[in-house]
């Protein structure tokens, strides 16, 4: 069993920055991953780092947002930079079960077995 705790979320004005953290329980060997959910629409993905800590990020947030762990620590964290009021948002954490490198599709929601509770980002125009 994996425990998540998201932290950081919070109010800014667009063009404004947040640091959102992930406390994980355990990351040994797992796929961690980022994904958001606004009222009325479907989770859709965000970001996510591989074991080899190769990232992905959905193109909405490439070249504003960075996915980063530290493994000695077991945080995982998204840097947010230039926001837009299209971020507003419930952020969620995700962890998937031990994995090589390589063997899980990153964005594939129903790879992800582990959810945190979730952390809001609200940003006004």
């Known amino acids: 069993q994996v425990q998540l705790v998201e932290s950081g979320g919070g109010s800014v004005q667009a063009g404004g920055s947040l640091r959102l953290s992930c406390t994980a329980s355990?990351?040994?060997?797992?796929?961690m991953g980022w994904f958001r959910q606004s009222p009325g629409k479907e989770r859709e993905r965000v970001a996510a780092?591989?074991?080899?800590?190769?990232?992905i990020y959905a193109d909405s947030v490439k070249g504003r947002f960075t996915i980063s762990k530290d493994n000695a620590k077991n945080i995982l964290y998204l840097q947010m930079n230039n926001l837009k009021p299209e971020d507003t948002a419930m952020y969620y954490c995700?962890?998937?079960?031990?994995?090589?490198?390589?063997?899980?599709?990153?964005?594939?929601?129903?790879?992800?077995?582990?959810w945190g509770q979730g952390t809001q980002v609200t940003v006004s125009s």
């Open positions: 995700a962890a998937t079960l031990q994995r090589p490198a390589g063997s899980v599709a990153l964005f594939h929601q129903g790879q992800y077995n582990y």
């Open positions: 355990t990351m040994y060997r797992r796929c």
């Open positions: 780092i591989d074991t080899d800590s190769t990232t």
